[in-house]
């Protein structure tokens, strides 16, 4: 497995509260994504990074914010937590280079439930 | 906007058999098409992937067939095995720096004995 950890593996939180999730890796990658997978939907984009500091949004990025001060860890932040974010998180990892592979490494994924 | 579209959605097979999930695509600006599988409990895993300047890619038991014409690949299981079943993900993405992936909604696949 690629060295991609993600904390809390499991949390169960309340509507309103604020919620952070933490995906730390060891493989220097550049990239660093979040996504959300949810029943029916597949695995959803919420935030990506391109660099330490640098970050967009993906395609379900309302009510969450993200934040990468080091190369290692990039941070997923609820707001004010609703049931609709109740979901399955997913890290992932990349790190293009000419020629190679495309691959992204998931991490274990943190499974998220707002009551 | 459903821009990878997945089928179907479950697929039950007896062990020994051909699984065959497919996949289309709108987006002609895709140049790279992994598949994903995923057991319950972990995170998604390459499993094998195709660009589009061939038409088949195999990896032991596992075949991609891509169709550029039409935008649409599939991914074929031969000899099934009950150790297969698991969710499957199709993607597609435009190679190269930060890769925009788009997934498929996922089949869930069993193979029963």
């Known amino acids: 497995d690629a060295g991609i950890t993600q904390s809390p593996r499991h949390k169960v939180t309340e509507t309103g509260t604020p919620v952070t999730l933490r995906c730390h890796q060891t493989?220097?990658?550049?990239?660093m994504y979040w996504y959300r997978q949810d029943p029916g939907h597949g695995l959803r984009l919420i935030h990506y990074?391109?660099?330490?500091?640098?970050?967009d949004k993906g395609e379900v990025s309302d009510g969450y914010s993200v934040s990468r001060s080091k190369t290692e860890d990039f941070l997923l932040t609820l707001e004010s937590a609703t049931s609709s974010q109740t979901s399955v998180y997913f890290c992932?990892?990349?790190?293009?280079?000419?020629?190679?592979?495309?691959?992204?490494?998931f991490g274990p994924g943190t499974r998220l439930t707002v009551t | 906007q459903q821009q990878v579209k997945q089928s179907p959605q479950s697929l039950i097979v007896q062990k020994g058999g051909i699984s065959i999930i497919n996949c289309a695509y709108e987006?002609?600006?895709?140049?790279?098409f992994p598949w994903y599988q995923q057991f319950p409990g972990k995170g998604p895993a390459l499993l094998i992937a195709?660009?589009?300047?061939?038409s088949e890619k195999k990896e032991g038991r596992f075949t991609i067939s891509f169709n550029k014409s039409a935008k649409q690949f599939s991914l074929h299981i031969m000899d099934s095995q009950p150790g297969d079943s698991a969710t499957y993900f199709c993607?597609?993405?435009?190679?190269?720096?930060?890769?925009?992936?788009?997934f498929g909604t996922g089949t869930k696949l069993q193979v029963i004995p």
């Open positions: 992932a990892i990349s790190d293009f280079r000419q020629g190679e592979s495309d691959e992204q490494y």
């Open positions: 493989e220097n990658h550049r990239y």
């Open positions: 990074s391109y660099g330490v500091k640098d970050t």
């Open positions: 987006n002609t600006a895709f140049d790279y």
């Open positions: 195709i660009r589009p300047d061939v």
């Open positions: 993607a597609a993405t435009s190679s190269g720096g930060y890769q925009k992936v788009t």
